[in-house]
């Protein structure tokens, strides 16, 4: 630690950090503009002036931007001096200038740094009187919206977008004061986390343009802290409502998993719980004519549940409460995942793997740490997001090191860029198509999934010769395994990634196998799996039989009802399959918040309530628990959380009547008591009793108006505010107003920070973790293991079929994912349907790019567009995964290809 003085005041401070970061970390309120925490110092902007001294004798000193001033041990400055604050007032005053007059319509305003940065500095009161410099907006896509005449020149949107997120379409043009920050012709922002503009420009320059659809003032939302439901990464956000309707969701800050940021499709993805696909009421369609009567549903289930051999099939998008709640009301000898085999399969060898002890499942955090990255078989850009943002950085500050190395410090942007050139750290990727990460790769391998694995075998043997090897591998290919080993052994923070995406389990063993190999007596190699849906890795930990033998035992007549707990059964099995399953039900009760081909099967249809309107725990990739809250309570009592349901229907089902319940009991200590492995889920947030000065968390900022005349309409009266039981949050204005725990924490905001840049605020230290830590658990322990477990899966090298071709699914992080489909925005930026194949393939087909070629897949005939990809091998074919005109279908697949007659 070093000694700083700071107005005559000694404080003790970690070295190596700028002054900037140093006085935000110890409270001081220094404005800035051009730093950001995740992408360090440009000087830009000039506005965090402070005056630095030589010692303590000198009186005159000079003026430096504190955000390229390095901390050192007796370093005297002040942040109040005249000279200092003048000088901020006089950069604000001239970024100003052209500034418009336009907080009242400004999707920003009192939310806006730019606001909280000129009142900072005290400037009050406009002297420019002439007229100002005016810009055309452009048209940047369905996500963001552009308004130019509010820039201040701070840097931060290209920084973000070209060089931490590695876009290519926007850009900073002309020079001087009238610079221009967009694309040079109007269309859509291509990069997957072009929202964080929103959050990352200080002013509202680029904003959320879904918000403006249902705008309203961010203070005037009902805020909640959650956990996106795009992917298996689990990034943490904020949820805001107004009117019943979910508005906007912006990124949380948790310096384990998103840190400040999370890609397009949880951003914006939210639209699904306003759909007009919703179902709205019970629906009970063996009663003529159709019920929907609570009390007749009531009573229809407690016939069927004490008459009838029920099962349930339980979700990957479901909660633990929910998927427990279920197993509680049927048994678990009646409890079935719901999920193909072969993803089953996938997620028992992962689940193996992790629960072993012998390697590391990394954070977000952590990955962007690695030195050398090998990827087998992801394109993670569209299959995790977050993950490749996290690689992206991994490759980008590798080099960094050697530049702190000559002294230049890592928040230094500028100076590290000028450094590192073009330099970057190692990566390999192995998948059958280019991915967006391929530019940054050492070394792409565009191969086929056995072909992969039979790499990825080589590799493990390469390190350990305990590890087995594959035959009859080519000379060419082993050279390369030799070289990534070589390479990967060198490294002191290998990573290896790899997951369910092309539904092959040998990736999943050669990955282990390679992370096993890599590991030593001191540290375990990191190994990280990217899994289908948000709670895949949490319904794997509870160890149920998969979805096929549900089938058999339906069919055996072990039961005669099946309870479908929020998942489409038809995304990702055979049609005929799940239509065979169905015959042999008497009653179908499907639990779920949007109309789907299984809720079109359903006898019994019951709403629920989606993650906005329920409380419930996750568990992510990486094994980690974490807890997302109620956003606001639903204007329409049908919809309501799944375990609440299923938690009433098995007390009923035990002879209580409904309107005798007690409040559903703690549905995740009970899960807990009954399966240890999930021991520490229920420390991932404070219990609904948490209190601070006995008083609640609100979830409702200080500033929110207008809530009597929100319902005026109905009643000038203002109504009761709804009572949350189950959490420590509540609906209203009221509560504690200091710093909750960082799982409780609904919004950032303190005094003089209205804007999100408040969460420097509750962190320990500027970019660090927060207060009291980041929120979630992890839930697999570190196991002291001896010796090494290597596994043997080898498959025969890829040999093309006669007249069939592979078929692999093809990611797209807009359209493969189910809920966010039900977005605009996202429907907009879905591809659509189509047929890639190799560039010989097309010349024996005789097709070009566009024409139609139809494919045989399983049961399904469909024609498709032809889209060549030059690098696919010979023999495999892809089309988008899971996308709506793309479903029910069985992985893994071989089609016939043929020129429609």
Same mark, same amino acid.
């Given at each position: ?39 360090? /110092? ?89 007229? $100002? ?37 926007? =850009? ?198 690695? =030195? ?53 750290? !190692? ?22 999934? =056995? ?68 590991? !030593? ?157 999930? $021991? ?157 194949? /190799? ?63």
């Amino acid at each position: 630690m070093a000694i700083i003085y700071i107005d005559h005041k000694a404080y003790e401070v970690t070295p190596g950090k700028n002054v900037l970061e140093t006085c935000l970390t110890l409270g001081f309120n220094l404005p800035y503009f051009c730093w950001h925490p995740a992408m360090g /110092s440009v000087g830009a902007c000039r506005q965090c002036a402070v005056k630095l001294f030589k010692d303590e004798e000198d009186t005159k000193g000079r003026i430096v931007m504190s955000c390229m001033e390095m901390v050192k041990e007796g370093m005297f400055l002040s942040v109040e001096d005249p000279a200092a604050k003048a000088f901020r007032a006089q950069v604000i005053e001239w970024l100003m200038t052209n500034h418009p007059h336009d907080c009242a319509v400004c999707d920003e305003g009192g939310a806006c740094h730019l606001q909280d940065m000129t009142v900072m500095t005290g400037h009050t009161y406009r002297r420019f009187q002439y007229q $100002k410099r005016s810009y055309k907006n452009q048209y940047l896509g369905p996500f963001i919206h552009h308004e130019m005449n509010r820039c201040i020149q701070c840097y931060r949107c290209v920084r973000f977008y070209k060089d931490y997120a590695g876009g290519k379409d926007l =850009d900073v043009f002309a020079a001087h004061n009238h610079v221009y920050f967009g694309r040079a012709e109007d269309g859509i922002l291509e990069n997957e986390f072009s929202g964080n503009l929103a959050e990352v420009c200080p002013t509202g320059v680029f904003t959320d343009k879904t918000l403006k659809a249902h705008y309203t003032r961010k203070w005037d939302m009902t805020m909640a802290p959650s956990i996106c439901q795009h992917c298996s990464l689990g990034c943490n956000i904020i949820a805001g409502e107004r009117y019943g309707e979910l508005r906007q969701i912006t990124s949380r800050f948790n310096a384990e998993v998103n840190g400040y940021f999370i890609c397009d499709r949880g951003r914006f993805g939210y639209e699904f719980v306003n759909s007009k696909n919703r179902i709205q009421q019970p629906l009970i369609r063996t009663k003529v004519p159709d019920t929907n009567d609570k009390q007749n549903l009531y009573q229809h289930l407690k016939k069927i549940l004490s008459t009838h051999k029920v099962m349930g099939i339980a979700s990957p998008r479901a909660s633990l409460e929910a998927n427990f709640a279920l197993r509680q009301l049927v048994g678990s000898t009646n409890f079935y995942h719901g999920i193909s085999e072969t993803e089953a399969r996938l997620m028992r060898s992962i689940l193996q793997t992790l629960g072993s002890g012998q390697v590391q499942s990394p954070s977000l955090k952590e990955i962007e740490a690695a =030195d050398a990255i090998l990827i087998l078989g992801e394109d993670l850009h569209n299959s995790a997001p977050m993950m490749a943002l996290a690689v992206r950085q991994a490759i980008r500050k590798a080099p960094f090191e050697a530049a702190q190395q000559i002294g230049i410090p890592s928040w230094h942007d500028a100076a590290l860029l000028g450094f590192t050139q073009d330099k970057k750290g !190692t990566l390999f990727i192995a998948y059958p198509t280019k991915t967006k990460l391929d530019e940054l790769a050492a070394n792409t391998m565009h191969r086929a999934p =056995d072909d992969i694995a039979r790499i990825g075998y080589a590799i493990a043997n390469m390190l350990n010769p305990l590890s087995p090897s594959p035959e009859d591998i080519g000379q060419d290919d082993l050279k390369l395994a030799k070289r990534i080993a070589g390479i990967i052994k060198q490294a002191e923070r290998p990573l290896i990634i790899c997951g369910t995406s092309l539904c092959h389990e040998a990736l999943i063993k050669a990955a282990t196998n390679i992370a096993v190999a890599l590991g !030593t007596k001191e540290k375990k190699a990191g190994l990280s799996f990217v899994v289908p849906e948000c709670n895949s890795m949490g319904l794997a930990m509870m160890e149920a039989p998969s979805l096929m033998q549900a089938a058999e035992a339906l069919k055996k007549g072990e039961a005669d009802t099946l309870i479908v707990l929020e998942n489409d059964l038809y995304r990702g099995t055979q049609k005929k399959d799940i239509d065979d399953l169905f015959s042999y039900c008497k009653e179908l009760i499907v639990l779920d918040h949007l109309h789907n081909e299984t809720t079109g099967k359903a006898s019994v249809l019951i709403p629920v309530a989606t993650f906005a309107e329920a409380e419930g725990t996750m568990v992510n990739n990486e094994g980690r628990a974490q807890r997302f809250f109620q956003v606001f309570d639903p204007k329409n009592e049908n919809f309501r959380e799944s375990w609440r349901w299923l938690d009433e229907f098995k007390q009923f089902k035990n002879g209580v009547n409904p309107e005798d319940l007690a409040a559903p009991g703690n549905l995740i200590t009970t899960l807990v008591a009954l399966m240890p492995q999930f $021991k520490g889920a229920e420390t991932a947030a404070p219990d609904a009793g948490f209190r601070i000065n006995g008083q609640k968390i609100p979830r409702e900022p200080h500033r929110y108006s207008g809530r009597t005349a929100m319902l005026a309409n109905i009643n000038v009266s203002e109504p009761k505010p709804s009572e949350d039981q189950n959490s420590a949050l509540s609906f209203t204005m009221e509560g504690y107003r200091g710093m909750p725990p960082a799982p409780l924490t609904p919004f950032f905001w303190a005094p003089g920070w209205n804007s999100g840049q408040s969460v420097n605020k509750y962190q320990e230290e500027v970019g660090g973790a927060l207060q009291g830590g980041n929120p979630g658990k992890k839930l697999f322990p570190e196991i002291p293991v001896a010796g090494k477990t290597f596994l043997n899966d080898i498959p025969p090298a890829f040999t093309p079929l006669p007249g069939e071709w592979l078929m692999l699914p093809l990611s797209h992080i807009f359209g493969s994912e189910e809920l966010s489909i039900y977005t605009p925005g996202i429907a907009e930026r879905a591809p659509r349907p189509y047929l890639a194949i /190799s560039k010989n393939d097309a010349k024996r087909l005789k097709v070009l790019d566009e024409e139609i070629l139809q494919l045989q897949l399983q049961d399904q005939i469909y024609q498709l567009p032809v889209l060549i990809k030059e690098e696919l091998p010979d023999g495999l074919a892809g089309i988008p995964h899971h996308i709506p005109e793309l479903t029910a279908i069985a992985w893994p697949a071989n089609g016939i290809l043929t020129k429609p007659k």
